[in-house]
């Protein structure tokens, strides 16, 4: 079992930054995926960024540039560094891990990122 604990999230203004981490404990097989997802008010929980154990990297779109992934593997935790917040970003933001060849089966409680205008 893997128990995944997010922490970082808060209220900011746009333009700000914010750091959310996570951390995974629990049995973590070696090659597998850690993640971020977000989940707007009324909308569909959506991919934002994820980073496979050796290092690969994708991010949405919307967050290229400003948003960055990254992983402390001795510690199995991953940070999601988030730039230029806009308000748009508001959204709960909830970590994921999957095994390689799997689907995402473990996630975090959530935390909440509010951005004002």
């Known amino acids: 079992q893997v128990q995944l604990v997010e922490s970082g999230g808060g209220l900011v203004q746009a333009g700000g930054s914010l750091r959310l981490s996570c951390a995974a404990s629990g049995t973590i097989f070696s090659s597998n995926v850690m993640g971020w997802f977000r989940q707007a008010p009324g909308k569909l929980r959506e991919p934002v960024t994820t980073?496979?154990?050796?290092?690969?990297?994708s991010y949405a779109d919307s967050v290229k540039g400003r948003f960055t992934i990254s992983r402390d593997k001795a510690k199995n935790t991953v940070y999601l560094q988030m730039n230029n917040l806009k308000t748009e970003d508001t959204a709960v933001y909830y970590c994921?891990?999957?095994?390689?060849?799997?689907?995402?089966?473990?996630w975090g409680q959530g935390t909440q990122v509010t951005v004002s205008s």
């Open positions: 980073m496979t154990s050796g290092g690969s990297t």
């Open positions: 994921a891990l999957r095994e390689l060849s799997s689907t995402w089966n473990y």
